[in-house]
């Protein structure tokens, strides 16, 4: 018997995400943006010690592995012929550190992710080399010094991880995030594969100049990070290597986008002034710049948004971060057991339609945008009798909006123009709760894609239309329209300013809660205070020797 024809579709691209908590393979129809068939997998994390966050690098690469040969069994299934796929677009979790060995393929350490937060006394003792009429480090990154980006976490490695030591004294070690992981190893490895980066990425290190495209001596220097580790940078949209092994052996990886620059261009912001929110294990709203490095005054942060190929223009972003937006609804599911599945969360909140005056602030890592707080703590407060776990999860989904609703009026204040609409992708936007919370709290409509993939997506046109791969046009009127979905505000612009500043106060009791002799950074909760560990020891030494005393008499 004949066997089945093949489906004639194409020509095709494939899309890696891979995101904080799972890995994504989607394959595209690059004329009609369709998703054709995907997979996933789940992701573990580690927790070695209080506010330690690491993944294990080979982990994180078999995901890939196994996410492209379970989606290309699915298109055999489906009769589709994965030798369409034409090229393969690479999406990140960004600023997430590795370092591994050039010569064995193996890493070095785990990989130290982006809300990790073990660098805090390296952010401190190097802020104050900073000269305060000079911040270098700010005027040519755009970010602020934070445990947030890149440069710290390897500057922590290269102090305290021996293995790492020795392999950069030998010549041995490589540097990337987890972009340069994957490349490196899907084009070869220890067998020619290429190190490198694009542009969006390394803008997330704080060793590159936004203004230059390159590494920065300066801030190498600064940071102390030898320059001989670092990746190549390319463009965003570029041939950067061919697949070794596997099903899709040959294919070019093309595209490269951290992943919220890659949403932004998932969902066709390509106009300065346009923005976008993607809901995800944090929040990062970006807006459009054009070609020009906007800097805030409102505690935003400056980036690459893309530059989509060789000899296309840079185009720059500002970017309010969050970094605790779905992360809140894992942690009500792992930690308290309020819901068995992220998906319950909705049900819960619609049962009561209502915080009941519960404020919930998720600082789990600290305040990114726009207070840069690292001393901030997660607080639920205005608890009262009455409050239920139904009620607290609507508190936690007010609180991904409230977030979203500060860095926008940064972002207002700093562009001039407030935006009158909030474009919004990530799987949260699946929530309806969350969207009509969202819509009331910025009091603007909320613009919803029906494709919630935009990061897939976004990775995708860019690997497509790169030069010698060109099966993606990214002209204006060759882009597919997308169906949106617009959510209107229902309440009163006072009720929204009179929960808004609630949280504001709640947030302001978040604050200080933590500093580098505190318990959690390592230090005795008693004796890190000398007078008082004085104290109680010779309050114990009086009470004994009155005790021998009493018993002597």
């Known amino acids: ?259 919220q620059s890659a949403a932004l261009v998932g969902q066709m912001c390509f106009q300065e002034g346009q923005a976008k929110n993607t809901y995800g294990t944090g929040c990062f709203l970006l807006c459009n710049t054009g070609r020009k490095c906007v800097f805030s005054e409102h505690g935003l942060l400056t980036t690459v948004a893309y530059k989509l190929g060789k000899n296309k223009p840079v185009h720059y972003a500002l970017e309010g971060s969050v970094a605790i937006a779905g992360a809140v609804v894992r942690w009500l599911k792992d930690n308290l057991g309020i819901v068995k599945a992220p998906e319950e969360i909705e049900k819960l909140a619609r049962e009561v339609g209502t915080s009941y005056g519960c404020y919930f602030v998720p600082a789990f890592s600290g305040l990114y945008a726009p207070y840069w707080e690292p001393s901030a703590r997660g607080i639920i407060c205005g608890l009262t009798q009455f409050t239920n776990k139904c009620h607290i999860a609507f508190a936690a989904l007010e609180a991904v909006c409230f977030q979203t609703r500060e860095i926008l009026d940064a972002m207002n204040r700093d562009c001039g123009i407030p935006l009158h609409h909030l474009q919004v992708d990530g799987n949260m936007t699946n929530n309806k709760i969350l969207m009509q919370l969202q819509a009331d709290i910025l009091h603007i409509p909320v613009i919803k894609s029906s494709i919630t993939e935009t990061i897939a997506l976004g990775a995708a046109m860019a690997a497509g239309a790169a030069e010698g791969v060109a099966v993606w046009s990214l002209e204006p009127e060759n882009l597919s329209a997308v169906p949106v979905e617009r959510i209107e505000p229902q309440i009163q612009a006072t009720e929204s300013e009179i929960r808004f500043s609630t949280w504001k106060r709640a947030v302001m009791k978040s604050m200080g809660w933590v500093t580098s002799q505190s318990p959690e950074n390592g230090a005795s909760p008693v004796f890190s205070s000398l007078p008082l560990g004085f104290f109680i020891v010779s309050s114990m030494i009086m009470l004994i020797g009155a005790r021998y005393i009493s018993d002597m008499s």
Request: aromatic share 8%; proline share 4%; net charge negative.
């Open 1 to 259: 018997m004949a066997a089945p024809k093949k489906a004639v579709v194409g020509p095709l691209v494939g899309s890696v995400v891979q995101g904080t908590n799972s890995t994504r393979f989607l394959v595209f129809n690059s004329k009609t943006a369709e998703i054709l068939g995907h997979h996933q997998v789940e992701l573990t994390q580690e927790y070695p010690k209080e506010g330690w966050v690491e993944q294990d690098p080979k982990e994180i690469l078999q995901s890939v592995y196994e996410c492209i040969g379970r989606t290309c069994e699915k298109l055999e299934q489906e009769n589709i012929d994965i030798s369409n796929i034409k090229a393969i677009g690479v999406s990140n979790q960004r600023e997430t550190t590795v370092i591994w060995d050039r010569l064995t393929g193996e890493p070095l350490y785990n990989a130290v992710l982006w809300l990790d937060l073990r660098t805090q006394s390296t952010v401190e003792v190097l802020s104050k080399k900073i000269p305060g009429n000079n911040n270098f480090v700010k005027s040519k990154t755009g970010l602020p010094l934070s445990t947030y980006f890149s440069a710290v976490k390897l500057r922590w490695m290269l102090e305290n991880v021996k293995p790492v030591q020795k392999a950069v004294e030998e010549g041995r070690a490589l540097f990337g995030t987890i972009d340069s992981w994957l490349i490196w190893s899907m084009t070869g490895g220890v067998n020619g594969g290429v190190h490198g980066t694009d542009v969006t990425n390394a803008s997330r290190t704080m060793l590159f100049n936004i203004h230059s495209l390159e590494w920065d001596i300066e801030l190498c220097n600064f940071f102390e990070i030898p320059m001989t580790i670092l990746p190549s940078v390319w463009s965003s949209s570029e041939v950067y290597g061919l697949i070794k092994g596997g099903a899709l052996e040959g294919v070019p990886i093309s595209g490269c986008l951290g992943d």
